[in-house]
């Protein structure tokens, strides 16, 4: 049973550029959130996709967009990056689109230069 | 807001002994809370999940216990060992599915 993947494991960008983090949820789970976590902090969540649509949304610009596509699977983009944007972005899974057990894949590291 | 604190922000326990992590919160609408480990640079392990209506769960040598009225829950490690060592995070969810995390309290357990 594959648990939540994660892709890229790294990438490093400059400021300006565009990402695109991909996220495939545990088998049967519909529900992805997608957080960053910044070095010695907790992750801090960013939004959550259920149904294909945008359910619920942190305190994030709009530059930080994301999908979901009809196999669950999930995309978080995030457009002129600054450097501040650098961290680990985490992809959780779970069940229903409401608070359920949350499953975390192993993360994209991000460094913008 | 939800908040969410961890303290300590760190701890360092000789490898044997029991040991309390402390979480606290600040709204006790909360739908469950979620216990985790991360090692450096991985991602979250799931430990123990309390929903809002239990006081407690188990597994191994893990014990959490949830007290919502307080805005509280703590993680009891039994027999700590050096596999141990690592940043424990507490997480509330609300029933929509937005989690708040606290920033983690770093465990070492020595030899």
């Known amino acids: 049973d594959a648990g939540v993947t994660q892709s890229p494991t790294h990438l490093i960008k400059t400021r300006g550029q565009q990402v695109t983090l991909r996220c495939s949820p545990k088998s049967g789970h519909d529900t992805v959130s997608w957080y960053q976590q910044a070095l010695g902090q907790g992750p801090q969540f960013i939004f959550q996709?259920?149904?294909?649509?945008?359910?619920q949304r942190g305190n994030f610009p709009d530059r930080f967009s994301g999908h979901q596509f009809p196999n669950y699977s999930s995309e978080l983009n995030v457009n002129a990056l600054l450097l501040g944007d650098s961290a680990l972005y985490l992809c959780?899974?779970?069940?229903?689109?409401?608070?359920?057990?949350?499953?975390f894949g192993e993360g994209s590291r991000l460094t913008v230069l | 807001k939800q908040e969410v604190t961890q303290i300590p922000a760190a701890l360092s326990v000789p490898e044997g002994e029991n040991l309390v992590l402390n979480c606290s919160f600040t709204d006790s609408a909360i739908y469950n809370l979620q216990w985790f480990r991360q090692d450096p640079g991985k991602g979250l392990t799931s430990l123990l999940l309390i929903q809002s209506s239990q006081r407690e769960q188990t597994s191994g040598r893990l014990n959490a216990s949830l007290d919502k009225s307080s805005g509280r829950s703590t993680l009891y490690i039994a027999a700590s060992q050096p596999g141990d060592s690592a940043t424990y995070l507490c997480?509330?969810?609300?029933?929509?599915?937005?989690?708040?995390f606290g920033d983690g309290t770093t465990l070492t357990v020595k030899p």
């Open positions: 959780a899974s779970s069940s229903g689109g409401h608070g359920g057990e949350l499953f």
């Open positions: 997480a509330v969810a609300t029933n929509a599915g937005k989690s708040t």
């Open positions: 996709y259920y149904e294909e649509e945008e359910r």
